[in-house]
T-cell receptor, first 116, second 115 residues
Framework: GAGVSQSPSNKVTEKGKDVELRCDPISGHTALYWYRQSLGQGLEFLIYFQGNSAPDKSGLPSDRFSAERTGGSVSTLTIQRTQQEDSAVYLC??????????????FGPGTRLLVL | AQSVTQLGSHVSVSEGALVLLRCNYSSSVPPYLFWYVQYPNQGLQLLLKYTTGATLVKGINGFEAEFKKSETSFHLTKPSAHMSDAAEYFCAVSENSGGYQKVTFGTGTKLQVIP
């Protein structure tokens, strides 16, 4: 079946512009996560969705970052007024059941963002 | 709060040699532990996971890991490295946080396989 997909795969933007990153999770997965992977860093948790609500936004680095999820499916991560330090790979993951701690997260291929 | 430490950001082994990637964790509750692999320009893929039961867990591509509670470790091993094993490997710990799964990843270990 189809896995997690993300678009665009690559994005180059100018400092100060807004960008939108999209994630299509696996059908039926209720939990959706956004992570940021910077060079030499591990995966930094950004936000978690349970259905359409986001009970944990603690990882969003600033108020320039926001995310939404509609229909319990597609999610969009928006970065406003991008800065060079926002350059990273943004990974989306989904899992079947949000209540369990043993669930496997299935990752998309990521969006590589470069802010010039 | 949970945390994961991966010793060695880069590991090099010869083709056919033993692969050992180290992972230590801290968790206030019995942990669920994962190893993921990331090939270039791809997302992360599950290699194996420990939830309960047998402490030696076998995964895909001949990898296995052993949960050692006394050492708070979950090291990843493979008896004989293949060129195709060259990738970045992430150890992760998961616990229930406020009613949902919170996963903390290590900083990753890049495995180089030398022919």
């Amino acid at each position: 079946g189809a896995g997690v997909s993300q678009s665009p795969s690559n994005k180059v933007t100018e400092k100060g512009k807004d960008v939108e990153l999209r994630c299509d999770p696996i059908s039926g997965h209720t939990a959706l996560y956004w992570y940021r992977q910077s060079l030499g860093q591990g995966l930094e948790f950004l936000i978690y969705f349970q259905g359409n609500s986001a009970p944990d936004k603690s990882g969003l680095p600033s108020d320039r970052f926001s995310a939404e999820r509609t229909g319990g499916s597609v999610s969009t991560l928006t970065i406003q007024r991008t800065q060079q330090e926002d350059s990273a790979v943004y990974l989306c993951a989904s899992s079947l059941e949000w209540r369990g701690s043993r669930e496997t997260q299935y990752f998309g291929p990521g969006t590589r963002l470069l802010v010039l | 709060a949970q945390s994961v430490t991966q010793l060695g950001s880069h590991v090099s082994v010869s083709e056919g040699a033993l692969v050992l990637l180290r992972c230590n964790y801290s968790s206030s509750v019995p942990p669920y532990l994962f190893w993921y692999v990331q090939y270039p320009n791809q997302g992360l893929q599950l290699l194996l996971k420990y939830t309960t039961g047998a402490t030696l867990v076998k995964g895909i591509n001949g990898f296995e890991a052993e949960f050692k509670k006394s050492e708070t470790s979950f090291h990843l091993t493979k008896p004989s490295a293949h060129m195709s094993d060259a990738a970045e490997y992430f150890c992760a710990v998961s616990e229930n946080s406020g009613g949902y799964q919170k996963v903390t990843f290590g900083t990753g270990t890049k495995l180089q396989v030398i022919p």
